[in-house]
């Protein structure tokens, strides 16, 4: 086929748009910094709890508490040189390197004081001399409390005024 200027399969050829490259505005900087920011906020919390979490759970030392009788029950107060205070109910405790004072109560018995200095993965051992036929805090037996009736109050309007046993 031929066009009119005679030329055989000459196609007008139509080029494409050209492309302009906008220079990024002031807005778009910083948003593109704040981007990277708060990636990199992210990266370094995510890091942090991480080797938190790796030095809570392996950067300990063992303290081993062993009484010289046997017992049922044995409550250990740890006190650290800050003044924090925890409470574990068994002989054997995992804790952080550092100077603690320890509080050993065994089968309720009197308390007896000790120091501890715990290192890094070595083991602590606290021998404890059971102290037997001594309640702790003075109280008396509940054995010596059953035969004595509770003194009424005022309020107490349910019991009876001799035996305590009015309902």
């Known amino acids: 086929m031929q ?3 005679g030329v055989m399969g000459n196609q007008s050829q139509v080029s494409p748009p050209a492309v302009t490259i906008k220079e990024k505005t002031r807005v ?3 948003h593109s910094y704040l981007g990277i920011v708060s990636t990199t906020i992210g990266i370094c919390g995510a890091v942090g709890t991480g080797f938190v979490w790796l030095a809570a759970n392996f950067y300990t030392g063992d303290v ?13 107060k740890v006190f650290d040189a800050r003044g924090q205070q ?3 109910y068994t002989n054997q405790i995992q804790l952080m390197p ?11 018995g009197l308390s007896q004081h000790c120091d501890a200095v715990v290192k890094f993965r070595e083991t ?4 404890v001399a059971v102290i037997a036929g001594a309640k702790a805090d003075g109280q008396p037996s509940t054995d010596s409390l059953a035969g004595k009736t509770k ?17």
């Open 64 to 76: 081993i508490i062993r009484p010289d009788k046997q017992v049922n029950m044995l409550a250990v």
């Open 124 to 127: 602590t051992l606290l021998p």
């Open 151 to 167: 003194p009424r109050r005022w309020w107490q309007f349910w019991r009876g005024k001799d035996d305590g046993s009015r309902l």
């Open 86 to 88: 925890a409470t574990y």
């Open 3 to 5: 066009d009119s200027s």
């Open 28 to 30: 778009d900087r910083v």
């Open 98 to 108: 550092g100077r603690y004072h320890l509080e050993v109560s065994p089968d309720n």
